[in-house]
């Protein structure tokens, strides 16, 4: 691999953190990052950027910003609050997501015609919600573990809508002839390349799924054994490079190489690269948080569905990794890398090689396609009452992604993280990392 060469670039970092809340409560102050964050994101946009929808699976920046109030007037101020009064009735309707026992929900393709609430009132809706909360976590103590983990599940569901904003707020611009840039600074400087290594790994019976320490989804649990033959994976992910001389070497021309219903959807969306690419000459672009941008052939690819992955490994002799083989491997190995908090918004090419084992970019830059459908692990309840709704119910039709990309929050991802897609999508910074079966 890497057969084609070119300057590479990384980014200084710089870090996007806000304002120490003055609350002294540990989860108190969590809550309150982590909702200034949000707050943070929408700083480049105009209300009109915030109020657009750009396709079904995108939400308007308005309605990712109320939608997660929502989650913790429903779920935690009417439950806790005593004569606690919503802010506006119809936002109980309006901001629900998906959650069929909490009643009706306004169509999830009709969100950018929400033109009222405006974004002020958006934002008055945010600010109730925070000076309620407030009076609950003065009475903390009182309120017990039951209020604990609903304020965790909401401030991780929080983090999940700010990596969503993002993803949607790419998508949405990438739809404006004048591709606006949502952060304008295109901050990289030259590295070199990177040479990718299979890197062996011993079969043998591992444990997986959460380790009970710290919060996880119910979809992480319960810790259970798999059995793993021998195998190799990859050190790095697969670059823009790679997926260039696949796509020269007739990719989406060659159906021998994709599953039926990959190959179906290359032929109906006509698919020739991945996801914003756009050729101009012999050159091919691609669009960022940055704007247009030449492909940086050392970074790692991003924005390919499950079948394109698929379809990559299969050229080039390999296959994806299961998830529990990527979570063997990524357990070993402390959560760092390129994530929301840098402010980089884009996969980066690898400063430096990786220590030992080997592995690098395991966490950040992008997620991982693994070939491990989205299913219930051994032993897997489902949580009573409408939070059960979180997760569980979309265990069909899905593929699991790992490792967490450039805009997710760093204090979100985990090795156990799973996150899951339908095979076709590919507006999230969804990328691969390469596997092969030991000889
Ligand atoms: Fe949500």
């Not at 304002?19 to 989860?27: A, I």
């Not at 604990?148 to 998508?171: A, F, P, R, S």
């Not at 990959?262 to 690419?277: M, S």
């Not at 357990?331 to 840098?342: M, T």
Request: hydrophobic share 40%; net charge neutral; proline share 7%.
């Amino acid at each position: 691999m890497n057969k084609i060469s070119s300057s590479g670039h990384r980014f200084r970092n710089k870090v996007l953190i806000p304002e120490n809340p003055s609350n002294s409560s540990p989860l108190a102050t969590r809550y309150a990052r982590v909702r200034a964050m949000t707050k943070q994101l929408i700083v480049p946009m105009t209300a009109e950027d915030c109020a657009l929808q750009s396709m079904p699976d995108a939400s308007p920046a308005k309605w990712h910003l109320a939608h997660t109030s929502w989650f913790f007037e429903t779920f935690i101020l009417e439950r806790f609050l005593n004569n606690y009064r919503s802010f506006h009735p119809a936002y109980r309707v309006l901001f629900n997501s998906y959650y069929n026992l909490v009643g009706d929900k306004h169509p999830r393709a009709q969100r950018g015609l929400i033109s009222r609430p405006n974004l002020t009132e958006v934002l008055a809706y945010r600010d109730h919600v925070d000076e309620q909360m407030a009076t609950l976590f003065e009475k903390l103590p009182s309120e017990g573990a039951q209020f604990t983990e609903l304020v965790e599940l909401g401030v991780n569901h929080e983090q999940q809508h700010q990596e969503l904003m993002l993803t949607d707020i790419k998508h949405l611009f990438s739809k404006n002839p004048l591709k606006p840039a949502y952060q304008s600074q295109w901050p990289l400087t030259v590295v070199r390349a990177r040479k990718t290594r299979r890197i062996p790994i011993g079969g043998g019976i591992y444990q997986m799924g959460d380790m009970g320490i710290h919060f996880a989804f119910d979809n992480e649990r319960p810790r259970h054994s798999v059995i793993l033959r021998d195998f190799e994976i990859a050190s790095h992910p697969v670059t823009h490079g790679d997926f260039l001389n696949f796509i020269e070497d007739g990719a989406y021309q060659r159906p021998e190489l994709w599953l039926s219903m990959g190959w179906d959807i290359v032929q109906q969306q006509q698919w020739n690269a991945p996801q914003y690419w756009e050729r101009d000459k012999d050159d091919w672009y691609t669009f960022t948080l940055h704007g247009m941008e030449k492909i940086d052939l050392h970074t790692p690819i991003c924005h390919v569905s499950f079948f394109e992955a698929d379809a990559y490994a299969r050229w080039a002799g390999a296959r994806l990794p299961t998830e529990a083989e990527w979570e063997v491997v990524a357990s070993e190995i402390p959560v760092d890398g390129n994530f929301l908090e840098s402010a980089v918004f884009h996969p980066l090419a690898l400063r430096s090689d990786p220590p030992r084992p080997g592995l690098a970019q395991l966490f950040g830059d992008v997620w991982e396609w693994t070939h491990s459908s989205y299913a219930p692990y051994p032993g897997f309840r489902l949580a009573r009452g409408p939070v059960g709704e979180y997760n569980g119910k979309f265990m069909c039709n899905q593929y699991v992604l790992r490792g967490g990309s450039c805009v997710t929050p760093k204090a979100h991802m985990r090795a156990s993280y799973r996150n899951f897609f339908p095979p076709e999508a590919r507006w999230q910074f969804s990328g691969l990392r390469l596997a092969w079966d030991a000889n």
